[in-house]
């Protein structure tokens, strides 16, 4: 299902229903992975921001990842991830399970940093 907020020009439709959403409208999903194999793709570098559909995007692009090994740019909706049932936790272990180096504001992050975010960030994912 995609949720969509209603309004005319809305950085806040999503994957995941949160208190703005007003309708429902379902629309066929595939995965990164997928869609890379389906059209021989080469991915170079993605950009994530999914109002907090992110754990199912990065578990959806492991291969892509894994064997391509791409750059991204990943945003982040705390609220969203944990109204989806997911933890920043959980996007931590699979962005390590990936091997990549987390970035924010050009600097390297740990994991306490990043998983006790309140609010809306964006990092940048560098293969190692």
Not at 47 to 72: C, H, M, S, W, Y
Not at 101 to 117: L, P
């Amino acid at each position: 299902m995609f949720f969509d907020t209603g309004d005319e020009i809305s950085n806040a439709n999503s994957l995941v229903k949160t208190g703005r959403s007003k309708a429902e409208i379902e629309v066929p999903l595939t995965t990164v992975d997928a869609f890379a194999a389906e059209r021989n793709l080469r991915v170079h570098c993605i950009k994530i921001d999914v109002e907090g559909a992110e754990l199912g995007v990065l578990k959806g692009a492991r291969n892509t990842f894994l064997d391509q090994r791409p750059v991204a740019r990943l945003g982040l909706h705390p609220s969203f991830i944990a109204q989806n049932g997911h933890s920043l936790e959980e996007i931590w272990q699979v962005l390590s399970d990936y091997k990549l180096t987390v970035v924010f504001d050009g600097q390297v992050v740990e994991r306490d940093w990043f998983c006790s975010q309140p609010e809306l960030f964006d990092v940048n994912l560098l293969p190692f």
